[in-house]
């Protein structure tokens, strides 16, 4: 891939020419909108390369150990946000449910709230920070030290070689460990809920086990996946096309490609979490 | 006539508003090493760039056997591009891999070869840049030479037909820099690849060169020989010569043969050469078996040989030049033939002994495996005419030459004739 073909910059048409003040903000929206829709267009054809290379030969022990750095070095901090995740909300419901005299719908409400939402969202945001971040770091520097370019004279498709195990192995690892997530913050409610507050261990279980559906457990997962391709897409992309910044260059550039790739990471999961849970209603 | 490998015809490229290449034709040949020179921001690498795709022109083509780049389908420029190689500048060398599997990652990425084959071929381009002791070292557990074979070892792995050089020697110290551009020409040699080289190293880069290209103004200012060069009138020319009068050569401290030509020429012209006048070259050559000694230790060995005979013939009023890597040439008036060749046998034996010592004490800081190394001084004593010119007094002294000085060392150290 040449560089620069596929990142979008803000059109510079028009920059000099003078226009009244009323206009002005007319003209930066719409530079502003262009750069958008091509950026989205970018990164859309980006997704397209990356996923078409995962099933190019050579690419199994990446993606393994692709795989071992998005699940298995991220595994520790999950399954502690998930502990405390469901210890908290273990306590808030069984305080809100007692008023109400249903306490023991305690293992519901737990289930539901993690399996749905909590989960899939959470476990993503965790990711994002610590591996998303190593991501955009990681293919920043490759960029920045001509790494890329020299992968590109090789022969080398950059984009697969980089960005299609990370894409493969967030695809795998975000369920797995949204399932982790799900499962210790279960116990995390048990934990206060039970434990701590004195709740019944028996309908806590049973609510837990029957309340969850299929339909729930595939939600869970569906989002889990759109997340993972999200997170991997945006931070790989900022990495990628680190240098395509004009306002600074260099390290300078990888610090601000990974602190963008984790901010729009988090806020484009909570968007799409609403748009699937309003498509899978 | 002959059919250039790559051609640049009017190409131009522009970033932004400023245009880095304006309507750039220039061509380059195959098995020649062709040097591109000029300025810092005239487009050197952009240059290069274009002739590995990671940039495309704006205007104009590039042509690959008189097939344009642009024209190529997918399979055409897969195959152009699988007989290139890009040596970068700052050598892009992966740092999470060891030295082994960057040199090996081409042949695993690009090739359907078995993992025994790669091996092998990746171990022999590693011992071909000796570099066996550090294949499964880190880059950055390398010396910056070390770096720069290593990054050689990668771009000749696939055997390239064509290796660009973006500035290899930028950054390093004088006596690397002769160290890379000789690894260059040796291994151009060895290897028989076509070379591009970007260098800033005037002079020392004419010495590994066939063609020049100068870059001026973001179009190609001359292309052509060194020799050619001389004898053209171009302000960077003139000013590359002025600045060619007054260089000591950084590693062996004796000013370049392009001094001599212009501050002697008046010894030939008005016929004030001395009657007896005679010149001398001496070569040096150093081979050396085994990792016990760097090039950069090699180098400075030479230098300090090369150092000790310039102050002998210099003390008796000789003019001396070099001519190239360990090679010297003395022009001495008042010295017949007969007078040089004595002189210079009896500085033999002294020289034999410092080289000796310089070497043995440069090998015994490396002890490990079995070593030797061979090393010899070749003179050749020729008569100077009014009519000569220096290229011809050093062909004619060249002619001539034979070692008067030779020694070997061993794994112990131990000096013998």
């Known amino acids: 891939m040449v560089k620069g073909e596929l990142g979008v910059q803000p059109s510079g048409a028009g920059r000099g020419e003078k ?7 007319f003209r930066a929206i719409g530079r502003e909108t262009v750069a958008l829709v091509g950026n989205l267009g970018a990164i859309l054809i980006f997704f397209v390369l990356s996923f078409a290379g995962i099933f190019s030969r050579r690419q199994f022990s990446e993606t393994v150990s692709q795989l071992f750095y998005v699940s298995a070095t991220s595994s520790g901090i999950v399954i502690l946000v998930g502990l405390f995740t469901g210890m908290v909300l273990g306590l808030q419901l069984f305080h809100t449910l007692v008023q109400f005299g249903s306490a023991n719908v305690l293992g519901t409400a737990m289930t539901l709230s993690l399996i749905r939402e909590l989960g899939p969202v959470l476990t993503a945001i965790m990711i994002a920070a610590r591996s998303g971040s190593g991501m955009a770091a990681e293919i920043g520097i490759l960029r920045i030290s001509e790494q890329i370019d020299a992968l590109d004279t090789m022969g080398i498709d950059s984009v697969r ?33 039970v434990v701590l507050m004195g709740a019944n261990a028996g309908p806590y279980f049973y609510r837990v086990y029957s309340s969850a559906t299929t339909a729930d457990i595939r939600g869970g997962f569906i989002k889990a996946i759109v997340f993972a391709v999200l997170v991997s897409m945006i931070c790989c992309f900022e990495g990628y096309y680190c ?6 260059s260099g390290a ?7 602190r963008a790739a984790v901010v729009l990471s988090c806020t484009t999961i909570l968007v799409a979490d609403y748009v699937v849970t309003s498509l899978l209603m | 006539m002959r059919t250039p490998l790559i051609e640049f015809k009017d190409v131009t490229k522009r970033f932004r508003d400023k245009t880095v290449l304006d309507k750039v034709n220039l061509k380059i040949y195959e098995n020649e090493v062709t040097t591109i020179i000029g300025k810092s921001g005239t487009g050197k690498t952009v240059l290069l760039k274009h002739i590995i795709g990671l940039i495309r ?7 690959f056997r008189g097939r344009p780049l642009a024209a190529m389908n997918r399979r055409e420029w897969r195959e152009y591009k699988q007989g290139l190689s890009y040596l970068f500048q700052q050598n892009a060398l992966f740092d999470s891999m060891t030295v082994f599997e960057n040199v090996a990652l081409p042949l ?6 078995t993992k025994s084959e790669i091996a092998q071929r990746a171990m022999r381009r590693i011992d071909q840049t000796e570099l066996s002791d550090a294949a499964h070292s880190y880059p950055s557990e390398l010396s910056g030479g070390m770096q720069k074979r290593a990054a050689l070892a990668r771009a000749l792995v696939t055997d390239p037909a064509v290796v660009l050089f973006d500035e290899p020697t930028t950054g390093q110290d004088p006596i690397r820099k002769n160290v890379i551009l000789g690894m260059i020409a040796q291994y151009r040699r060895r290897f028989g690849f076509t070379a591009v080289l970007i260098s800033h190293d005037i002079p020392d880069v004419f010495f590994v060169s066939d063609r020049l290209v100068l870059l001026w103004d973001g179009t190609v200012g001359f292309e052509g020989t060194y020799e050619e060069v001389l004898d053209l009138s171009h302000p960077m020319i003139k000013e590359l ?38 010149a001398t070259r001496l070569t040096i050559e150093l081979d050396v078996e085994g990792a016990v000694l760097e090039r950069e230790d090699a180098a400075a060995a030479m230098g300090a040989v090369a150092a000790h005979m310039s102050h002998r013939l210099s003390q008796l009023g000789g003019i001396v030049v070099r001519c190239a890597g360990g090679d010297i040439l003395a022009l001495l008036p008042h010295t017949t033939v007969e007078e040089t060749n004595q002189l210079i046998e009896s500085y033999a034996e002294e020289i034999k002994e410092q080289a000796g010592a310089v070497l043995t004490r440069l090998a015994g800081k490396n002890p490990g495996p079995a070593y030797s190394f061979d090393f010899r001084i070749k003179a050749g004593v020729a008569q100077v005419s009014p009519e000569d010119d220096i290229d011809g007094i050093a062909a004619k002294a060249a002619s001539g030459q034979r070692v008067i000085a030779a020694f070997q060392g061993g794994r112990k150290g131990e000096g013998q004739q």
């Open chain 1, 19 to 25: 226009l009244s003040p009323v206009l002005r903000p």
């Open chain 1, 161 to 193: 070689y980089l960005v299609s195990p990370r894409l493969a192995a967030s695809i795998i690892g975000f369920p797995i460990l949204t399932a982790f997530f799900d499962l210790v913050g279960i116990i995390g409610g048990y934990l206060t809920g």
């Open chain 1, 243 to 248: 240098h395509m910044r004009t306002a600074s």
């Open chain 1, 252 to 258: 300078k550039n990888v610090g601000l490609a990974t």
């Open chain 2, 57 to 63: 022109p704006d205007e104009g083509s590039i042509l």
């Open chain 2, 108 to 113: 695993v990425q690009t090739t359907s070869l």
């Open chain 2, 241 to 278: 010569l002025k600045s060619l009068e007054g260089l000591q050569d950084e590693v062996v401290g004796l000013p370049m043969k392009e001094a001599f030509r212009s501050c002697y020429a008046p010894l030939f012209s008005d016929g004030a050469l001395a009657p007896d006048t005679s």
